[in-house]
């Protein structure tokens, strides 16, 4: 059985204009846009920008251990 991970994108208005917005089950994903969509657009940017980062920091932290790394696709 595959799982379908999904995760919640949450959208404010800001009170300055535009739209705040985060992922509600990954603590540090945020982004804003001036628009709705470009709030979505930036917001896909930045949870693919921190995925970048942990697995580059994971592979320098590991780079001295026998591991065993391959891909694990969460889409059903």
């Known amino acids: 059985m595959?799982?379908?991970v999904k995760f919640t994108a949450v959208f404010?208005?800001?009170?300055?204009?535009?739209?705040i917005a985060f992922i509600e089950e990954i603590p540090g994903v945020n982004s804003q846009g001036e628009t709705l969509q470009e709030a979505?657009?930036?917001?896909?940017?930045?949870?693919?920008?921190?995925?970048?980062t942990q697995r580059m920091l994971s592979e320098k932290?590991?780079?001295?251990k026998k591991i065993?790394?391959?891909?694990?696709d969460l889409a059903s």
């Open 2 to 4: 595959r799982a379908n």
């Open 68 to 72: 065993i790394r391959e891909p694990l």
């Open 40 to 52: 979505k657009e930036n917001l896909i940017e930045a949870f693919e920008l921190m995925m970048d």
């Open 61 to 64: 932290e590991l780079s001295d």
């Open 12 to 19: 404010q208005e800001a009170e300055e204009g535009g739209f």
